[in-house]
């Protein structure tokens, strides 16, 4: 689903996401109101979500569609390169931010990405968050490490418990502890993190 208020940027990215076979646009909606109404009715897999809307903002609407279907998964599109949006943005699980100044073929790239369950924040955006080379996980223990790792690897909760030997309560602690000790909120957070890291070790070789 796409969800911008100008007809002619809705169109245009329909026409971009439908030249992939494997895509189909199954709504579009230009305001908050119609957004939250077309998702529940449709159920997308995917919605493509602008931040800034006639009637509020995208943030409203994957606030309201995470809590009535959180299987739905929401990528910012946006001209609006802002921190305070981006922490919103993941603050409601956002699962990828991007800006519309991306290339047309690589919005179908992030749409597969986040559909397969996949984060996808640039290491620029991440960096934003933990300035001046600070390490975010250098106070997680062994096993909070191998949970962070696992998350990154798109794992749910149960299958990193059946992976690592643990109870499924232990893997849920061992997730509170290392948000609060890395200062995020969500788990979507530390997956875009582990997401960052990985892409820049494999751009340095």
């Known amino acids: 689903m796409i969800v911008d208020d100008h007809e002619i940027v809705r169109r245009g990215i329909a026409e ?27 159920k997308p897999d995917v919605m493509l979500v602008d931040l800034q809307l006639p009637d509020g903002t995208g943030i409203d609407i994957m606030r309201s569609v995470g809590q009535s279907d959180p299987s739905i998964k929401a990528i910012v599109l946006t001209s609006f390169d802002d921190d305070g949006a981006l922490t919103e943005a993941l603050e409601v699980g ?47 223990t062994p096993s909070e490490r191998k949970v962070l790792e696992l ?3 798109g794992m749910s909760n149960r299958e990193i418990g059946e992976n690592l030997g643990i109870a499924e309560k232990t893997v849920k602690n061992h997730i509170t502890s ?4 890395m200062g995020l909120q969500r788990r979507t957070q530390v997956a875009a993190w582990v997401a960052a890291q990985r892409a820049a070790a494999w751009r340095n070789g």
Do not use: Q, W
């Not at 931010?97 to 047309?104: D, E, N, S």
């Open 16 to 42: 971009i996401v439908d030249r992939d076979d494997d895509f189909e646009v199954v709504a579009e909606a230009g305001s908050v109101e119609d957004a939250i109404r077309r998702a529940e009715l449709v």
């Open 94 to 140: 956002a699962r990828a931010y991007i800006l519309k100044t991306v290339r047309g073929g690589e919005i179908n790239d992030v749409i597969r990405a986040v559909a397969e369950g996949r984060v996808l924040l640039d290491e620029r955006t991440m960096t934003r968050r933990f300035p001046d080379g600070e390490n975010p996980t250098a106070s997680l």
């Open 178 to 181: 290392l948000l609060a000790k």
């Open 151 to 153: 998350i990154g690897d």
